[in-house]
């Protein structure tokens, strides 16, 4: 059967492997162990992503240039500490689309957000509040509730929602711009989860971004499920600040670094308050030792310590990675495989299970979450045992990621033939 551009049995997805041009990133990565005497379908790298082959040699790396060479490491090794995090820094830019100057690896998201929301969150008597949207990741909510009681202000009234309609779960941006029309006075920031963790929809940066800046709304951005798996042009787009975790798309690791962006435009804004240490001091005179603070320009103004090393090897590993596949090819690769899987879905006419995600490519990432209702957690106890990868959200939705960096069109077809055999 044939259905648009697939052929919808096994050997459309053997077709569709082969004529993959991103099919040789797959050999890059290390898979869990096999279940059942068959390699695992892994669908869960929006949660943690794997672990690349050359991440160990990079770690080596710097355990064997503390060994041998100690604290002249810093500028005697291969990869110098000093400005270990510099190496990370174009690769960086090109995936978020940004330039040198924007971005930083530093910290981890929650910490960034809260070095961004010091900074961009200034809020008067008057325009004060936060948007962001219902259902964000609690550590958003966590942040922004935090930093409007810092200011004095009760959450309660300083948190607007954008909201879904009534039974629906997907926003609709003319119900932002409603929002932005009649409270856009009293309004300070917006900060958005793109995309949004447990429905998958993504928003559309550059508009909410020209929406928020006819107030005189900063604009944040939560990229944890955004970096890795969109194509982003956060400074053409305008984006105020942005900030995103590298455990998930970016393959780094467990509790991985994160990333930073703060737009060219407030680069050299140093009337802006911030959180200080000595990292985001000039580097050319911070060993100087002076008493007062002088912020480089850009994201790296906002460091705070001397970076951790062996977390930034495995970043480099992947970001290699991602260079050598580059970030465009990786979109179009991705838009095709979750079409795929989706139109799989919809011919296997599944009754009571309903895809929450947008249907339309440009307002999804790769993911989709299914609401398999009150059967979610068996089905994917089945799916596990199985050895199907995938997680659960409350309430009732099972979120699946194929990622284009190593996830085949194949997993994809044997994934919903094991939904087929558990589902109703
Ligand atoms: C995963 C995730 C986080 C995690 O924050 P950490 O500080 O890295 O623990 C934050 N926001 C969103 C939207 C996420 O999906």
Redesign the pocket.
Known sequence: MKEGLFELGAKGAIELDESDPLKKFRLEFLFPNPKNGKSVLYFVGNSLGLQPKKARAYVEEVLSDWETLAVQGHTSAKYPWYPYHEFLTESTARLVGAKPIEVVVMN????NLHLMLTSFYRPTKKKFKIVIESGA?P??QYAVASHAKLHGFDPKTAILEWRPRTDERILNLEDLEELIQSEGDSIALILL?NVN?LTGQAFPLKEIATLAHTKEIVFGV?L??GAGNLELHLHDDGVDFAVW?SY?YLNAGPGAL?GCFIHEKHAEDFSRPRLEGWWGHDKKDRFLMEPVFRPMAGAEGWQLSNPPILPMATLRASMEIFDAAGMHSLRKKSVLLTQYFEILLKAAEFKKVKIITPPKAEDRGCSLSLDFGSSAKTIMTKLSEEGVFCDYREPGILRFAPVPLYNKFQDVFELCEILKKHVE
């Open positions: 981890t998201l929650t910490v990741f550590s958003d989860g963790y939560d944890a499920h975790c998930k994160g």
